[in-house]
């Protein structure tokens, strides 16, 4: 779990150093193919890292599998964006945001007990999910969100 949250905080690094340069302009305008801004794309990030926090808690202590709330498929991520009104966020507020709750899920991650790593929890698609294979798969989604801001502002 170790080298896990190193490699989140590395790729937040890099991320921050990015955002740090980046056009306020730009943040709030320049869209993906998701239709989503450089700032929804931030707030979806520290909306996965918040969800995954709960996560990583409850099954810990919960039965398995767990039957948790789903945001992220059935398009429940894009209405988080929405209610959220990330768009309108003050962006260096976004960006603390973002630190904090990447951070904080890597002290979780970091502190998982590892006895727990085979406990599961059901998706909204009805997946078995397991904690391990979660955690396993942050950074790569991370990276996805971070290709895809660096993407945007390359355009």
Request: glycine share 2%; with cysteine.
């Amino acid at each position: 779990m170790e080298k896990i949250g190193d490699a989140i905080l590395t790729l937040l690094g890099t991320l921050e150093e990015i955002l740090k340069k980046a056009d306020i302009n730009t943040v709030a305008t320049k869209t993906n193919a998701q239709h989503r801004t450089i700032k929804q794309i931030v707030g979806h990030l520290c909306d996965s890292a918040s969800n995954n926090t709960h996560r990583i808690v409850h099954l810990q202590y919960q039965s398995s599998p767990l039957i948790f709330p789903d945001y992220a498929n059935l398009g429940k991520n894009d209405l988080w964006i929405k209610l959220q009104a990330y768009n309108a966020y003050d962006w260096e507020d976004l960006q603390a945001l973002l630190k904090a709750t990447a951070k904080h899920v890597v002290h979780v991650i970091k502190n998982v007990d590892e006895t727990k790593l085979q406990n599961e929890w059901i998706s909204a698609l009805n997946e078995r999910i397991s904690l391990e294979a979660m955690i396993v798969d942050f950074p790569r989604h991370f990276k996805l969100h971070l290709d895809e801001i660096v993407a945007l502002l390359q355009d």
